[in-house]
């Protein structure tokens, strides 16, 4: 069974930053994108950032670009978001997707999700 687990998720200050990791198991991602998105409450979940199978592409929602950066770690099967410059408008449950068929902005096209984890940043 293929789960995607994510962790570090918490309470920040405004200005501060929280680790997010997302560990695959069942099978793994190694040549598959992976992605973050988020999703605030009464909100549609949006796409935060995307890496490629080798690490060597990512992308970036305007709104996050220069403040997270996502990276993953083939040999552990894991992809991580850090988020630094926190703002109260990053509250939302962030959620670890994978393997996308076709747009890597679109919710719709991911084949595989984590449960979220709560991000909650206070002013």
């Known amino acids: 069974q293929v789960q995607l687990a994510e962790s570090g998720g918490g309470l920040a200050q405004a200005g501060g930053s929280l680790r997010l990791s997302c560990a695959a198991s069942?099978?793994?991602?190694?040549?598959?994108?992976m992605a973050w998105f988020r999703q605030a409450p009464g909100k549609e979940r949006e796409f935060v950032a995307v890496?490629?199978?080798?690490?060597?592409?990512?992308y970036y929602a305007d709104s996050v670009k220069g403040r997270f950066t996502i990276s993953r770690d083939n040999a552990k099967n894991t992809v991580y978001l850090q988020m630094n410059s926190l703002k109260p408008e990053d509250t939302a449950v962030y959620y670890c997707a994978a393997d996308p068929d076709g747009d890597y902005r679109s919710v719709l096209d991911y084949n595989y999700w984590g449960q979220g984890t709560q991000v909650t940043v206070s002013s």
């Open positions: 890496i490629s199978w080798s690490g060597g592409s990512t």
């Open positions: 069942g099978r793994t991602f190694s040549s598959a994108p």
